[in-house]
């Protein structure tokens, strides 16, 4: 395959923005209509049981003997219980058994065992909920945000910087959205091969994950993507709430306030052209540096399956210009590791083959005189 042009990159960004548009659009709709319930629910009045024939356990609230109330527990919200009381190999626990009756009646038994016998547990939880599923069991000192208008002020002020809502991911418990400026720059002279910029913002009310925002990359012709090393990370851990949940209310608003702030600020660093200069000298870097797959491999083996590892392999021994830049080189290798990301359809795993890919490209630094030849660059491409 020749080498494509800007015009044809450009079109390939374009097509791409177009085509996850319905995509994009449905997360962010489906986490500003979730309206989040929250309680705070004493240790010692909750139970796991199965219900009935459905392919799930519930959490059951009880006044002494008397049930009040029963809810259907999130896989999710299941292991975080498991883990807190300290239910041994928890994830293998609730993953495996939770696969037939039998087993989710054994999961029931071994969670509540743990529960009433486990006095080192606190003795209350911040239950979340949306409709009759709970999603979350968290602690008691779990900071509260509404990321609705988080997430809302990052997309403003993105469309404000020029940038495009360009692709997004979620599932019950977790958001992933990424934002692109609809440039594209080639990354070494002659090569063909073009990337765009942006940012990705993830996050989780339900304590799968923090509120995260790290620059974006997308290698335009073949649509394979990478994150960089987190640069903003803000924890759900804040003091403890108290028994009536509406009395936390002001340090809810004001927490939401600062944490959106705080968004607002690194969504115009990330999409600033300081930051675009140093990703394009990052990827200069590692397009010059040459390197030895096998050893390079070595090193992040144990992060990866053995099948992620071959075919990350055989990508950086075979694929051609429309699915790898060219070269022997660190950025084909960060790049074999996206591509590889691409092809996963669980997007948690994605999302984090996509951010080691993004780690072994940032392992070379331009100097300064590179520096500013490139921010002349991407003025030009802006």
Known sequence: ???????????????????????SVGVVSRLMSEVIHDAIVPKSSIKVEPMGLEVALGLSLYDGVIPVDRSRLHPHALRQIAERVGVPSSNKVVSELGTSEWGRRLTAEIVNEHL????????????????????????????????????????EEATNLGGVVANGWSNDTRISLRVLIPEVIETVEGTGDYVAFGLDYSGSDYGDGAIDMKAFI?????LNGMMTSSEFRQIHLGRRLPENITFSEETYRLDTEATTSAVRDMTRTLLSQERRTALLGSIRKAAAEKIDPKEKLAVIRK????????????SYATAGIEELPPGENSWRFAQA???????????????????LAGQVMEGSNPTKAEREHMELEVALAS
């Open 1 to 23: 395959m020749m080498n494509p042009t800007g015009e044809k990159a450009r079109e390939f960004m374009t097509a791409y923005i177009a085509k996850n548009r319905e995509r």
């Open 218 to 222: 997308l290698r335009v012709l073949c």
């Open 303 to 314: 992060r990866l399956t053995k099948g992620e590892s071959d075919a990350i392999a055989s």
């Open 337 to 355: 590791i996206a591509l590889v990301a691409r092809n996963i359809d669980d997007g948690v795993r994605r999302m984090e083959l996509e951010g």
């Open 116 to 155: 009433e016998h486990n006095v080192a547990d606190p003795t209350r939880y911040l239950v979340r909920s949306v409709g009759d599923q709970i999603r979350g069991v968290l602690s008691d000192k779990f900071r509260r945000l509404d990321t609705r208008p988080v997430l809302g002020t990052a997309i």
